[in-house]
């Protein structure tokens, strides 16, 4: 999977476009992404991301970094042995890219918030 394109409120991913948060995993792309409080990442929400056994997941908190991750969420993902990276999303799509471009074995999850 490829972003081709990050703008507040709008992603493209393999030249498909998307206007709701998105969990892209190695071979689909989650367009149904809702948190049970929006703008609070709680482990909750993690199920399905956490079941798919990550490597890496990379959380993008929003285009102005509103979304918070609290410290149970994190530690959560972190005892689960997954490499955690968080950021506003304009960064974290910067950042998959980047490791999906490095042909890592890796399987790489991206949590992404595309708004506020």
Not at 13 to 37: A, F, G, H
Not at 74 to 86: A, D, N, T
Request: aromatic share 6%; proline share 3%; charged share 25%.
């Amino acid at each position: 999977m490829h972003i081709d394109d990050y703008s507040f409120g709008r992603i493209v991913i393999d030249k498909k476009t998307y206007t709701s948060d998105v969990i892209i995993y190695p071979d689909r792309v989650d367009s149904s992404w809702w948190r049970k409080e929006g703008h609070y990442l709680q482990t909750v929400d993690l199920g399905n991301i956490i079941s798919s056994k990550p490597d890496v997941l990379i959380i993008g908190t929003g285009h102005d970094g509103v979304m918070r991750v609290p410290d149970d969420t994190l530690s959560l993902i972190k005892s689960k042995g997954i490499e955690v990276h968080i950021g506003m999303t304009g960064r974290a799509v910067e950042l998959y890219n980047q490791m999906q471009a490095g042909k890592s074995e890796k399987v790489i999850i991206a949590a992404l918030h595309l708004t506020c």
